[in-house]
């Protein structure tokens, strides 16, 4: 699963202009001196929300909380596998975390 969970964040992340995906073992997006999406050793992908986004993200699939190396991950979201279907709504949710980092005072 893991190699198919990288594959759609690489397809989502290739088609968006703002932003480009970085790591070679630990794939993740950053804008602003900010990670906002995250594939961890278990091949589980987060992204990082605003509050707004995160009450909106939990209506539709479930807030669950993302970890990572066995920390849980502040403002992350876990993605769902019926997310990952979607591409262009977790395209959406990726552009989100990157409009929400880029909202943060800069690092």
Same mark, same amino acid.
């Given at each position: 699963?893991?190699?198919?969970?990288?594959?759609?964040?690489?397809?989502?992340?290739?088609? @968006?202009? @703002?932003?480009?995906?970085? +790591?070679?073992?630990?794939?993740?997006?950053?804008? @602003? +001196?900010?990670?906002?999406?995250?594939? @961890?050793?278990?091949?589980?992908? +987060?992204?990082?929300?605003?509050?707004?986004?995160?009450?909106?993200?939990?209506?539709?699939?479930?807030?669950?909380?993302?970890?990572?190396?066995?920390?849980?991950?502040?403002?992350?979201?876990?993605?769902?596998?019926?997310?990952?279907?979607?591409?262009?709504?977790?395209?959406?949710?990726?552009?989100?975390?990157?409009?929400?980092?880029?909202?943060?005072?800069?690092?």
């Amino acid at each position: 699963m893991q190699e198919e969970v990288l594959k759609i964040y690489d397809e989502v992340v290739a088609v @968006n202009p @703002n932003f480009e995906r970085k +790591g070679k073992t630990m794939p993740y997006t950053s804008a @602003n +001196g900010y990670m906002f999406s995250l594939l @961890n050793k278990d091949g589980e992908l +987060g992204v990082r929300l605003s509050k707004a986004d995160i009450q909106v993200f939990d209506q539709a699939y479930g807030a669950h909380p993302f970890k990572s190396h066995g920390a849980t991950m502040r403002e992350y979201v876990l993605i769902p596998e019926s997310l990952l279907k979607d591409k262009s709504q977790l395209g959406a949710y990726i552009q989100k975390g990157y409009e929400y980092v880029c909202s943060l005072p800069p690092k």
